[in-house]
């Protein structure tokens, strides 16, 4: 059975940093997308960040634009994604949902989520 699971969520002041840490288990993520939403409350969830295997040990990743320059995505394994959250804002408070799938776009898992909050 496919899990993941977020950890590294916390409160944190404006301007600091937080790494968020995505453990997946039940088959080799190695050539799957891999990927960081968002959800604000009374907000839909947004895209934050993927990452994807294009060869050999290379991975390619993609931002969305809010967060590009203040957050880099990572593996640190192949089951194990990582979200390095600097610059945070109070706007960036939201739960924060791991995903994998066969590709960018398509995430057939999904964790259940690390609080995020950025005290002004």
């Known amino acids: 059975q496919v899990q993941l699971v977020e950890s590294g969520g916390g409160l944190v002041q404006t301007g600091g940093s937080l790494r968020l840490s995505c453990a997946a288990a039940g088959r080799t993520f190695s050539t799957y997308a891999m990927g960081w939403f968002r959800q604000a409350p009374g907000k839909e969830r947004e895209f934050v960040a993927a990452t994807r295997w294009i060869g050999r040990s290379t991975y390619y990743a993609d931002y969305v634009d809010f967060v590009k320059g203040r957050f880099t995505i990572s593996r640190a394994n192949a089951n194990t994604l990582l979200l390095q959250m600097n610059s945070l804002k109070p706007e960036d408070t939201a739960v924060y949902y791991c995903?994998?799938?066969?590709?960018?776009?398509?995430?057939?898992?999904w964790g259940q989520g690390t609080q995020v909050t950025v005290s002004s």
């Open positions: 995903a994998a799938g066969e590709a960018l776009g398509k995430y057939d898992y």
